[in-house]
């Protein structure tokens, strides 16, 4: 659809300001029509069912991968991101689709579940149904693979999609729609394209569901849009997530994730790493050893570079006051620091001695900036971990305790021993708690979260107590009473906590 373009605005290339290309700035009746429009498809879509649709993302999948490259150029023109980190990313929004598309109808296909001794006469099923028109707002810092997570798994669950792209990459996801209506041949995945208010029409437009992806603060903005009409929503925000180092853990590995985890992407990672607690055993050797991998990573506009510029400028003084306040505070800066912050680049940041309630600790920085405190115990990472408002993800390096520290940590999701190993697993669940947000995509329940549970019980043969009539008799009800009291009236025990170590 098309409309004249009355209002554009520039996507720029961050490492020098140019102009990549020109979109329009689709008004709030562009989007309630394109929306009608992907209602109109979804009916289509929804009828060619699990293995129809199977076959359609698959050769959707063939195209992009096909044209890798190309959309790895467009992603690296739009953040600034090296290109292999950028053909990465892609490589995992193939996979993450190969697996939407393979694992629907299984998930989501009827089923039959048992009735239960007291329902014995019934056939129950259970089914998901596609919702209609699934409108997704996605972020810039990985606008390839963020936005599969929900684009991919609402369209295997049968649903047409509205793509609003951030408007630092709206290449991408005008990309991302065309090449998906050239392989399938109808225009069941539409992108529209603006500001703020562009993404705030998306919610009010009569879309199924909102998917979306960015800060806590817009996700709360985004809430309160949908409330409007009751649009339900999948809040994936902000994080200040942490790694724990145990002092049997493997420190070349750790440090070595703990700086990727913190400086890839220029620490523009909702999951990336911000807070490090390292056990007072091996606290001096694990921060020698990564000061020396942040020294060696030097941000800048060469080809060879391996961090990019910070994508959204203004971001940039908000780093900046976080690494201020934080030396302020009587912190130090083993590496960069207040020099860090230029025009487009943010150079690794080490800083240690910080407080726990400085604003390098406590808000989400999204630079290439970490955090480094010393802990007497686990138990004391643990739980300074956990005294954060927000709660998307964790790391913990450990030989011995690596999978108890992990699930004691109050996170959607953590990796042991690895970095964001997480997302890269089809099968995992992807989201936090708390201000990180809620609801889920990726695995089988993303696949649930774009569809809505349908349950159907069939009379296979006449109750031998049919309660749900008027006829019933005291007789029945006191067979009912005995028979109910013989399943569930047993006393039981309740166990002693177990202690944690």
Same mark, same amino acid.
């Given at each position: 659809?098309?409309?004249?373009?009355?209002?554009?605005?520039?996507?720029l290339?961050?490492?020098?300001?140019?102009?990549?290309?020109?979109?329009?700035?689709?008004?709030?009746?562009?989007?309630?029509?394109?929306?009608?429009?992907?209602?109109?498809?979804?009916?289509?879509?929804?009828?060619?069912? %699990?293995?129809?649709?199977?076959?359609?993302?698959?050769?959707?999948?063939?195209?992009?991968?096909?044209?890798?490259?190309?959309?790895?150029?467009i992603?690296?023109?739009?953040?600034?991101?090296?290109?292999?980190?950028?053909?990465?990313?892609?490589?995992?929004?193939?996979?993450?689709?190969?697996?939407?598309a393979?694992?629907?109808?299984?998930?989501?296909?009827?089923?039959?579940?048992?009735?239960?001794?007291?329902?014995?006469?019934?056939?129950?099923?259970?089914?998901?149904?596609?919702?209609?028109?699934?409108?997704?707002?996605?972020?810039?810092?990985?606008?390839?693979?963020?936005?599969m997570?929900?684009?991919?798994?609402?369209?295997?669950?049968?649903?047409?999609?509205?793509?609003?792209?951030? +408007?630092?990459?709206?290449?991408?996801?005008?990309?991302l729609?065309?090449t998906?209506?050239?392989?399938?041949?109808?225009?069941?995945?539409?992108?529209?394209?603006?500001?703020? +208010?562009?993404?705030?029409?998306?919610?009010?437009?009569?879309?199924?569901?909102?998917?979306?992806?960015?800060?806590?603060?817009?996700?709360?903005?985004?809430?309160?849009?949908?409330?409007?009409?009751?649009?339900?929503?999948?809040?994936?925000?902000?994080?200040?997530?942490?790694?724990?180092?145990?002092?049997?853990?493997?420190?070349?590995?750790?440090?070595?994730?703990?700086?990727w985890?913190?400086?890839?992407?220029?620490?523009?990672?909702?999951?990336?790493?911000?807070?490090v607690?390292?056990?007072?055993?091996?606290?001096?050797?694990?921060?020698?050893?990564l000061?020396?991998?942040?020294?060696?990573?030097?941000?800048?506009?060469?080809?060879?570079?391996?961090?990019?510029?910070?994508?959204?400028?203004?971001?940039?003084?908000?780093?900046?006051?976080?690494?201020?306040?934080?030396?302020?505070?009587?912190?130090?800066?083993?590496?960069?620091?207040?020099?860090?912050?230029?025009?487009?680049?943010?150079?690794?940041?080490?800083?240690?001695?910080?407080?726990?309630?400085?604003?390098?600790?406590?808000?989400?920085?999204f630079?290439?900036?970490?955090?480094?405190?010393?802990?007497?115990?686990?138990?004391?990472?643990?739980?300074?971990?956990?005294?954060?408002?927000?709660?998307?993800?964790?790391?913990?390096?450990?030989?011995?305790?690596?999978?108890?520290?992990?699930?004691?940590?109050?996170?959607?999701?953590?990796?042991?021993?690895?970095?964001?190993? %997480?997302?890269?697993?089809?099968?995992?669940?992807?989201?936090?708690?708390?201000?990180?947000?809620?609801?889920?995509?990726?695995?089988?329940?993303?696949?649930?979260?774009?569809?809505?549970?349908?349950?159907?019980?069939?009379?296979?043969?006449?109750?031998?107590?049919?309660?749900?009539?008027?006829g019933?008799?005291?007789?029945?009800?006191?067979?009912?009473?005995?028979?109910?009291?013989?399943?569930?009236?047993?006393?039981?025990?309740?166990?002693?906590?177990?202690?944690?170590?």
């Open positions: 659809m098309t409309e004249p373009r009355t209002q554009t605005f520039d996507s290339d961050p490492r020098t300001g140019d102009v990549v290309d020109t979109y329009p700035i689709h008004s709030p009746e562009h989007v309630r029509a394109v929306v009608a429009s992907a209602r109109e498809q979804s009916d289509w879509w929804r009828d060619l069912g %699990f293995d129809g649709r199977k076959q359609a993302l698959t050769t959707w999948k063939g195209v992009i991968t096909r044209r890798i490259n190309q959309l790895a150029q992603v690296h023109d739009e953040t600034g991101k090296p290109h292999g980190d950028a053909l990465l990313e892609a490589s995992l929004g193939i996979d993450h689709l190969a697996y939407a393979a694992h629907a109808k299984k998930v989501l296909g009827p089923r039959r579940v048992g009735a239960g001794l007291l329902m014995v006469n019934q056939a129950a099923t259970l089914r998901y149904h596609p919702l209609g028109v699934v409108g997704v707002i996605g972020p810039w810092n990985y606008p390839v693979f963020t936005p997570g929900s684009i991919a798994y609402a369209l295997a669950a049968g649903n047409a999609v509205v793509f609003k792209p951030s +408007e630092y990459t709206p290449g991408v996801g005008v990309w729609a065309r998906f209506e050239e392989a399938v041949g109808r225009p069941v995945l539409q992108t529209v394209t603006g500001l703020g +208010e562009t993404g705030a029409a998306l919610c009010t437009s009569g879309a199924d569901k909102i998917a979306f992806t960015g800060s806590t603060n817009t996700g709360k903005k985004v809430m309160a849009a949908c409330a409007q009409t009751l649009t339900p929503v999948v809040i994936e925000a902000g994080g200040k997530d942490a790694f724990l180092v145990d002092h049997d853990a493997d420190l070349d590995a750790a440090a070595d994730a703990a700086a985890g913190a400086f890839a992407n220029a620490g523009q990672t909702c999951v990336g790493v911000e807070r607690y390292v056990h007072k055993d091996v606290y001096q050797p694990f921060v020698d050893k000061t020396a991998k942040a020294r060696e990573i030097t941000a800048n506009d060469a080809d060879d570079s391996k961090i990019g510029p910070i994508t959204m400028p203004g971001q940039l003084p908000i780093i900046a006051s976080h690494i201020e306040d934080a030396l302020a505070r009587g912190g130090r800066a083993l590496v960069g620091g207040s020099g860090a912050v230029g025009e487009r680049w943010v150079q690794p940041t080490v800083l240690v001695d910080v407080p726990e309630d400085s604003l390098a600790v406590t808000e989400e920085t630079g290439p900036t970490v955090t480094v405190a010393r802990v007497e115990s686990m138990d004391e990472a643990v739980d300074l971990a956990n005294a954060t408002r927000f709660g998307l993800a964790a790391t913990v390096f450990s030989k011995a305790r690596g999978m108890e520290l992990a699930d004691r940590i109050r996170s959607g999701m953590a990796a042991v021993n690895g970095i964001i190993t %997480f997302a890269g697993v089809p099968n995992l669940p992807f989201g936090g708690v708390g201000e990180s947000g809620f609801g889920r995509i990726h695995g089988e329940d993303g696949l649930r979260e774009f569809s809505y549970a349908k349950s159907i019980a069939r009379k296979r043969f006449d109750p031998p107590l049919n309660l749900t009539s008027f019933r008799t005291a007789a029945q009800e006191g067979m009912f009473t005995q028979l109910m009291t013989l399943l569930h009236g047993r006393a039981g025990t309740i166990p002693k906590a177990k202690r944690r170590r």
